[in-house]
């Protein structure tokens, strides 16, 4: 079975500055699919960035990008110019490649407080 | 609003009673999913759904639970007998199924208190 770990409960950064959310995961599987989803209070869950195992280019998306370290099963988000929007809980997420099954195990998530 | 709606957003209810939620995924979406999330911990999946046919259920789905899409649009999920370790936020999530690689689309959540 797939496991997801966020070891960071609580985070907090100041408005402009720059965070990095931490994550690992155990599988087994080969061909598989990496998340990074932001659930703002009291809204609906939305995906930040995706990263497929095979590629070893990691994913960049505006202020957001990964460190994807495929041997040592890390997935770590980096939030650049950190805005009070951000605020939020993150949850790191994995999905077992095409073929297998939909379902994405997620971690406990980080809470991440942005001030101003 | 075109995103994936649920209803009803808050469900108080005494132990022993049965409750449905309903979920309406994005219209153009054939696979639904259905996800537990208790406090202090991340969403757990139950089931999901391509068109009508449930293709996969959680052990976490015991049988005082059931979920079904009869006509392959929206979505209900029944917990009978409810306990007051079956409170917590149920999400729904949708996704065009083909070619996708797993970006959900969540709802709100409907959020289940059981006295």
């Known amino acids: 079975a797939q496991t997801v770990t966020q070891s960071q409960p609580e985070m907090s950064v100041q408005e402009a500055e720059t965070v990095t959310l931490s994550c690992t995961y155990d599988?087994?599987?080969?061909?598989?699919?990496l998340f990074w989803y932001k659930q703002p209070p009291s809204r609906q869950m939305i995906l930040v960035i995706r990263?497929?195992?095979?590629?070893?280019q990691n994913a960049t998306e505006n202020r957001f990008s990964v460190n994807f370290q495929k041997a040592a099963k890390s997935f770590s988000l980096k939030i650049s110019d950190s805005q009070l929007g951000d605020t939020a809980m993150y949850f790191c997420?994995?999905?077992?490649?095409?073929?297998?099954?939909?379902?994405?195990?997620f971690g406990k998530g980080t809470k991440l407080t942005v001030n101003p | 609003d075109t995103g994936v709606s649920q209803n009803p957003r808050h469900k108080i209810t005494k132990r022993g009673q049965n409750v449905t939620f309903r979920c309406d995924p994005i219209?153009?979406?054939?696979?639904l999913y259905w996800y537990r999330q208790t406090l202090g911990q991340g969403p757990e999946f139950l089931t999901y759904?391509?068109?009508?046919?449930?293709?996969?259920k959680s052990r976490l789905l015991s049988d005082r639970f059931s979920a079904e899409r009869p006509k392959g649009s929206f979505s209900t999920l029944e917990i009978q007998r409810t306990e007051q370790g079956d409170s917590a936020m149920y999400l729904c999530?949708?996704?065009?199924?083909?070619?996708?690689?797993?970006?959900?689309?969540f709802g709100e959540g409907s959020r289940l208190t059981v006295l």
């Open positions: 219209s153009e979406h054939n696979r």
């Open positions: 997420a994995f999905m077992r490649g095409q073929g297998g099954s939909e379902k994405l195990v």
């Open positions: 999530a949708s996704s065009p199924g083909h070619g996708n690689t797993g970006e959900l689309f």
């Open positions: 990263q497929e195992a095979y590629k070893q």
């Open positions: 599988t087994s599987e080969s061909n598989y699919y």
């Open positions: 759904f391509q068109n009508e046919a449930q293709l996969e």
